[in-house]
T-cell receptor, first 116, second 110 residues
Framework: GAVVSQHPSRVICKSGTSVKIECRSL??????MFWYRQFPKKSLMLMAT?????????EQGVEKDKFLINHASLTLSTLTVTSAHPEDSSFYIC????????????FGSGTQLSVL | DAKTTQPTSMDCAEGRAANLPCNHS???????VYWYRQIHSQGPQYIIH???NNETNEMASLIITEDRKSSTLILPHATLRDTAVYYC???????????FGKGTLLTVNP
């Protein structure tokens, strides 16, 4: 089956620094990628929709200047958490879909971010 | 936002069938029902999806009611490794995003 690779799987950073998370579709071209975050024992919360070659669409309440998303190619989307604070500590998960809106989503393995 | 209703938790004996229900009464005609599961600290894993016909694959079967307002995911022979949170979601057409609800924590007991 299709594979979505997410890197890094775990990152610890100091407050005020920026962290970049990469999401790659390994064997298909993903015109749309989605970024989620998940707090312990909670469900996944959609943060933004990333479309190749255009600006990301953010969900209500998600700060676009804090969570920078770049989808420069059909196989790579990145999420940069800027000026990270301890409350940004969370599990971040990306997903990718082929062109059809009825295609299933393939998920990355997630990135556990801990901000000290 | 697309909303589904699932029981918070369920238990199942190892080797028995696990039947996980989901209500999606506001689903529209061109929206698919998707099932995913998530094992602790991992990304969600796709299980199955369908529009209106029942579906079966190597992992599970999906039974969708005729009015499409509910569905049941069936794991025919549950194993301990099937312990996970199972999410039922619908999406498609103009609502192409997958919005996750709280899911059902399925615990398979020895």
């Amino acid at each position: 089956g299709a594979v979505v690779s997410q890197h890094p799987s775990r990152v610890i950073c100091k407050s005020g620094t920026s962290v970049k998370i990469e999401c790659r579709s390994l064997d298909f071209q993903a015109t749309t990628m989605f970024w989620y975050r998940q707090f312990p024992k909670k469900s996944l919360m959609l943060m933004a929709t990333s479309n190749e070659g255009s600006k990301a669409t953010y969900e209500q309440g998600v700060e676009k200047d804090k969570f920078l998303i770049n989808h420069a190619s059909l196989t790579l989307s990145t999420l940069t958490v800027t000026s990270a604070h301890p409350e940004d500590s969370s599990f971040y998960i990306c997903s990718a879909r082929r062109s059809s809106t009825n295609e299933k989503l393939f998920f990355g393995s997630g990135t556990q971010l801990s901000v000290l | 936002d697309a909303k589904t209703t699932q029981p918070t938790s369920m238990d199942c004996a190892e080797g028995r069938a696990a039947n996980l229900p989901c209500n999606h009464s506001t689903i529209s005609g061109n929206e698919y029902v998707y099932w995913y599961r998530q094992i602790h600290s991992q990304g969600p894993q796709y299980i199955i999806h369908g529009l209106k016909n029942n579906e079966t694959n190597e992992m599970a079967s999906l039974i969708i009611t005729e009015d499409r307002k509910s569905s049941t995911l069936i794991l025919p022979h549950a194993t301990l490794r099937d312990t996970a949170v199972y999410y039922c979601i619908y999406s498609g057409g103009s609502n192409y995003k997958l919005t996750f609800g709280k899911g059902t924590l399925l615990t398979v007991n020895p």
